[in-house]
DNA sequence: CTGTCAACTGTAACCGGTTACACGTTGCGC
DNA sequence: GCGCAACGTGTAACCGGTTACAGTTGACAG
């Protein structure tokens, strides 16, 4: 028996083939209403002889709810949206949704296309905005919507963050603790808000325990392998080189790595180095390398599971959440073996 | 002037407010038909006081044609999927097109579900399947789709794979040239038709020049880090160690790389190493790896181009395409300079 | 025997668009 | 002055489900 699904066969004929209204075949196949046995039981034999797959686009007119959601990211790109996606993804399996993903949205004028585009196809949003737009992004009324990241001035949606400057301060805590003093930090861009938190968590960490930041051992990459092996090679320079290096995610730090070593210096001896993410390689690095952990699958999850409690009731307070992230040491920083982390 | 969309308002009232009929409104909106300049402009005037946003839903259901693919992953995982979702995005924005994103999908009675579940919100589907449940997935007829990786056997379907046994073969090539006779290869787990594909390629390119591939040197891994880790601390201890390694994919060789650095053997002077997809990090390395580079983001774009040109005439061929995978050469296996690549 | 009620089932009006077809106006050629 | 075409627009029937409301039937109490 090959259960042949067939798309192209509509609820009336179904009905016709079993002798009964549409209404009961609905109601059947939505175990709705009472039905007496053996009409379900010819209804889905019938069913299923014909291969009938009801039609959701259909169903979602009518019972106005389309059980997927939206996700809008700024870029799909490296290991952090793989991520991502499969955290919000695994949160929307289990509710039943589907999701819709959109990449690439920089332009806020491009994001409000889409929004539209996005009318009678949806329930609810995910919406990562980049700084450049968070602003600008206007959420239709009515619609539920989480953030994540930055979100629009607004703070009618919920939304959620990770902890980017406690995961700073305690890599800051951690080079202070180790006796750095001269300390250099790789910077993603300026207009991303992560870098700017883990900038910002660094200095004041710094500053608050009396250590100031040296502007010339501030260099800002962009989140690349690149940009990273580039910062190191020019803090390397430097007469008065800094003992350490903080890069703002591990992707630079990586590039950092790979420049220190080219340049003969050792790490952590010569120059310690901590990254941020701790991406899965980060512990396969030679040395193993310092980075700061941050759930993001558990992020995505979370910010589906606000979207669903949001769409079941209407009534929840609009709230900022916050993703920890936690430091984990490794060879990169530690000097001494008594600070490893047993991973 | 803030223009508002207001999601709750339907074409029926904006007809009224204009005071045409809606096949009026619906015709201004999709430029179909004659219309009347006066006709438009008030028209226009009235959608955007109303902030009206047609119903992609309705439209849908009418047209039918929803403007959307499903796509349908077996996972979601590293940065091949980012790659791969990239890809395929690109190419349905280019389009207009939506995605539909599902992964996590081994189980075929799963995937069977999901693609019920698909009817009537997507107009075409992009399947990777796992070597698992490629044969057990059966698309609805009429339905058009492109395979990723394994097909189910009818071929009935376009698809798509990556040339692993190209890769494999220049792989295998590289290392004789060098010298090699007694190499190492850590496959991924025999249920994985790439690393089958790679594994049985770069058994071929050996034999093919007389050298058989040694039982004992014959590691299966899973594609994750550890174990790459696992696999070359067991083929270290070996008597007679191999002078070189292949890992099926660059994250086992990384985990290869952080056991022999551990063991204190040097790459490439003791032991050569060489994986496979070419990950952005690959380069960033010490030594650099020499990795097998695939265009996965064009695969993706490639795969939803064939779709769409499935999508409009129902005419192509079902056509096997093969994505080229091509050798880069870079420190962890060339002994001498002069055989580097440049990057 | 009749009224009441529960159990089933059917009819038809939605959901919000698209579009075939019909209809009323003009303008133009003869 | 009349016929006819082109233009602009409206009416209403779809698309394929769901569901309020309205039966129909049979059991059972009064």
Redesign the pocket.
Known sequence: MDPKSNP?????E??AAA?????????V??S?????????RRVLEVVADLG????S???S????QTSSVGVILPDVYGEFFSELIRGIDLGAKRAGYHLLVSGSHSDPAEVDALLRALH?RVDGLIVMASTRNAGAIRIPPGVPAVFLGDSPASGSHPSMRVDNAGGARAVADHLLDLGHRRIAVVSGSAENSDSEARLAGFRAALSGRGVDLDPELIVSGDFREESGRAAALALAKLENRPTAIFAANDAMAIGCLSALRELGLSVPEDVALAGFDDVPIARYLSPPLTSVRVAIAEMGERAMARLLAGLEERGAEPLEETIPAVLVVRASTAGRKDLLGSE
């Open positions: 192209s066969i509509s609820i009336r179904v009905a002798r009964v209204s549409v209404a009961t075949i609905s109601r196949l939505n709705k209403g009472p039905i007496h046995p053996d009409t379900r009938y797959v009801p039609h686009g259909a169903r007119l009518s019972t106005r009678g």
